[in-house]
Each structure stands twice: as structure tokens, then as C-alpha cells.
């Protein structure tokens, strides 16, 4: 009888697991409904801040000598120092989402530095910290609330120390990684070069009538402001959009764990089934032994 008391147990505790795991993709789906809408809309207003930048970028570079010398879009062939920003989730029990970033960034580091380029790492996400601290792998910058929580004036003051470090020269690239939402099913890495730009990120059509109407004098000023403007609602973006597919792989894991704790208990049950059987069968024997040695 001990033995169907383990097997009720164990039939309880996998049951309150299976009601937790359902419980889960139940919330994740959810929020994941709302991050899908609030990806969207940035999503329309990042494209519309690339066409702009693209055709001011496009303009500027027609009227200077040399084409447009904005240190924003100088490329460099040959960096010495490289920043990495990533985005990694705040939570676990969303798969391999996590660990598809922080292995695309080790793949990257080792690249850069077999090309004896110095790599600094810059982090939003707790599971990110967590990962490269554990591995005595030193942080530039690292936070572990925003991930969770995108915020626009946040995000804007996390980059805003590599942009600085790029203006004054401390790095002459900087490239954003993250996990990004596809569909409900996939997510999608994203490798972003953020500085310096490159004008084939960013659309414009030159055949198409602008609305644009700004003074040759002002170009640089408003190249300047948008510029500040693309790199900070990129990051932004990026958190917004790797939150989508933490919710989206959220819903998978948790979806599996219940199918796997439903055939878990399906199996325990027969288990109980047969044992409580057995032991049925193993009283009824004893009971007629008894009754065959009295007579």
C-alpha cells in the first residue's frame, strides 16, 4: 500500500504542476496580445524616423564635398574596439530563448577577437547578467529591469553611454543583438550594426516625391537630432520586440510542459492502476490460501 501512496503523490504533484504550466501560457498569451499591439505602432514609427533619416542623410551627402563626413555614418573597415548590446529576458521558463542570444554573442566575441578587435559588453536582461557573470566575463554596462519593463527614457539612458563613447572615439563600432519576435511560433535573432549607420538599413526611395521641405543650412542640424532620435528608438524597439518573443516562447515551453505533465499523469495513472491490482490480487490469493489451509 506504500507503494500507491508514492504513486497518488506523485499523481498530485504533477497535477498541480500541469494547472501551474497551463496557468502560465495562459498569462504569457495575454501579454503577449498587448506587446504585439505596442510592437506594431513602434514599428510603423521606426520605419517612418529610417525613411526620414535615409533622405536627409541622402541630401547631405549630395552637398558636401566627399559625401556625408556625419561621423554617425563614417564607416570604419578595420575597428579596434567593439561594443555589443544585447537583450536578454529578466525571466527563464521560456526555452532556449535566452541562450540563443548569449551564444550568437560568445560567437561573436571569439570572431572579433581571433580578428584582434577589443570587444566590451553592454547588457539589458538579468539572464544575460547572470550568464556572463557566472563565467567571470566582465560587463561594461548591464541592467536587469528593463528587459521586463520597456521604457522609453530608460532605454535612451542605457545607450546613450556607448553612442557617447562612439562620438569620442572609445569605440568605433557598435552592435546590437537580441531575440525578436517572427510569429507566435518563431522567434528571430537580429544583429543590428547601430553605430555607425549604414545607409542600406535605412530605406528611401529617391524616385518618390518628398514631403520634406528643410533649409540647406538646417540639414546637419536635423541629421543631428534624428540621428540621436533613430539610435534611441532602435534600442527601445529592441527591448519592446524581444519582449514579444519572450512571451511567444514562453507560450511554447509552458504549452509543452503541460503536454508532457498530461501524459505524465496519464502514465502515473496506469501505473496506480495496475499497482492497486496488484495488490487487490495479492489479498484475494492470501484470502484463499487461508480458506484452502482450514479445510
Known amino acids: 500500500m506504500a507503494n500507491l501512496k508514492e504513486i497518488k503523490l506523485k499523481i498530485g504533484s504533477v497535477s498541480n504542476t500541469q494547472k501551474t504550466t497551463k496557468a502560465m501560457k495562459l498569462v504569457s498569451s495575454a501579454k503577449l496580445t ?48 567593439v561594443d555589443i ?20 554573442v560568445n560567437k561573436m566575441m571569439a570572431e572579433y577577437k581571433d580578428q584582434g578587435i577589443n570587444v566590451r559588453l553592454r547588457v539589458a536582461g ?11 566575463i566582465d560587463l561594461l554596462q548591464s541592467t536587469s529591469d528593463l528587459a521586463s519593463a520597456p521604457d522609453y527614457d530608460k532605454a535612451c539612458d542605457f545607450i546613450k553611454d556607448a553612442v557617447s563613447d562612439f562620438e569620442k572615439g572609445e569605440t568605433d563600432k557598435v552592435v546590437l543583438v537580441y531575440n525578436g519576435f517572427l510569429n507566435m511560433l518563431t522567434q528571430e535573432l537580429k544583429v ?11 530605406s528611401f526611395n529617391e524616385n518618390e516625391s518628398s514631403m520634406l521641405d528643410i533649409e540647406p543650412d538646417d540639414d546637419d542640424e536635423v541629421l543631428e537630432e534624428l540621428t540621436g532620435k533613430y539610435i534611441d528608438f532602435n534600442m527601445y524597439y529592441s527591448l519592446i520586440d524581444s519582449l514579444a518573443a519572450e512571451h511567444s516562447a514562453r507560450m511554447q515551453a509552458m504549452e509543452a510542459a503541460t503536454k508532457n505533465a498530461k501524459e505524465r499523469v496519464d502514465s502515473l495513472t496506469v501505473e496506480y ?10 489479498e484475494l490469493i492470501e484470502i484463499i490460501s487461508g480458506v484452502e489451509s482450514l479445510k
Open 192 to 202: 543590428r550594426e547601430l553605430l555607425p549607420i549604414s545607409l542600406e538599413d535605412v
Open 126 to 136: 538579468r539572464k544575460g547578467v547572470d550568464f556572463f557573470t557566472f563565467q567571470k
Open 85 to 104: 548590446v544585447f537583450v536578454t529576458a529578466d525571466k527563464g521558463l521560456c526555452g532556449g530563448f535566452n541562450m540563443a542570444t548569449i551564444k550568437t
Open 273 to 282: 492502476n495496475k499497482a492497486r491490482q496488484a495488490a487487490i490480487t495479492t
Open 34 to 81: 498587448r506587446t504585439r499591439q505596442l510592437s506594431e505602432q513602434a514599428k510603423s514609427y521606426a520605419s517612418k524616423i529610417n525613411e526620414v533619416l535615409s533622405e536627409i542623410a541622402h541630401r547631405v551627402s549630395k552637398v558636401q564635398d566627399g559625401g556625408n563626413t556625419h561621423k554617425a555614418f563614417l564607416q570604419n573597415d578595420n575597428p579596434k574596439t
